[in-house]
């Protein structure tokens, strides 16, 4: 595992000699266990790990096929837009995209974080949508992005997702821009809802991921509606 998790993330010889111990240690193990008159156990173990693969592919049948998402067709533009944005996210996206004046340019209402103090976003969300905000919207992390999806589930609103975080889990899968996310603001003159459902766990509502084991990180190309 160590030689593994060093050539995902090296290059050059450190990459090469990784390779080598990755697969000299089994080859080293599988030998004495052989010269110890164990082989059954290799044969042993070898057919658990296929049965266990099979019976994961088996679970998962299916599952890629599966609609992840509902389109409802084209949608009239929202009068009372009211987006959130975090100016921290992802480097500084929101200003160096000029989201907030674009947005605004929308006739959308704009609040941006105070990076300095701590801010109740869920709370913020709920004040708009009892002003009468009819799209709630987040430019921002995923972390954010769960926060207001919560609130905009929870009052049946149309629910604006910006690619300004780092990551983009969410953005990247419901397959948005993720290098400009100004794109992202043409929902508000020319959008497409879709129905999706939202991860829960404990009670907190998620749009990311979850995952264990070895996190190889990796830049994922943008996927087309």
């Known amino acids: 595992m160590v030689g593994v998790w060093w050539a995902l993330v090296h290059t050059g010889m450190v990459r090469v000699l990784a390779e080598v111990l990755a697969f000299a240690a089994p080859t080293v193990v599988v030998v004495l266990y052989v010269a110890s008159g164990l082989l059954w156990v290799v044969l042993v173990s070898l057919a658990l790990w296929a049965l266990a693969v099979f019976c994961g592919r088996g679970a998962l049948a299916g599952a890629e096929t599966a609609p992840a998402r509902t389109p409802q067709g084209a949608q009239a533009p929202p009068r009372r837009p009211y987006l959130i944005m975090n100016p921290r996210s992802g480097a500084g996206k929101v200003g160096r995209f000029g989201l907030r004046e674009k947005a605004e340019a929308l006739d959308a209402k704009v609040c941006v974080l105070d990076v300095a103090r701590r801010q109740d976003v869920a709370a913020l969300a709920r004040r708009a949508a009892d002003a009468g905000a009819d799209l709630l919207g987040?430019?921002?992390?995923d972390g954010t992005q769960a926060l207001v999806a919560a609130v905009a589930?929870?009052?049946?609103?149309?629910f604006l997702v910006v690619s300004a975080g780092t990551r983009n889990h969410f953005a990247l899968d419901l397959g948005l821009d993720g290098d400009d996310p100004s794109k992202c603001l043409e929902a508000l003159t020319d959008g497409i809802e879709l129905r999706i459902d939202l991860g829960v766990v404990n009670d907190r509502v998620f749009v990311n991921n979850a995952s264990?084991?070895?996190y190889a990180l990796r830049r994922a190309k943008p996927r087309l509606p």
């Open 212 to 214: 264990f084991g070895a």
């Open 138 to 141: 987040v430019a921002g992390g």
């Open 153 to 158: 589930a929870e009052r049946d609103l149309p």
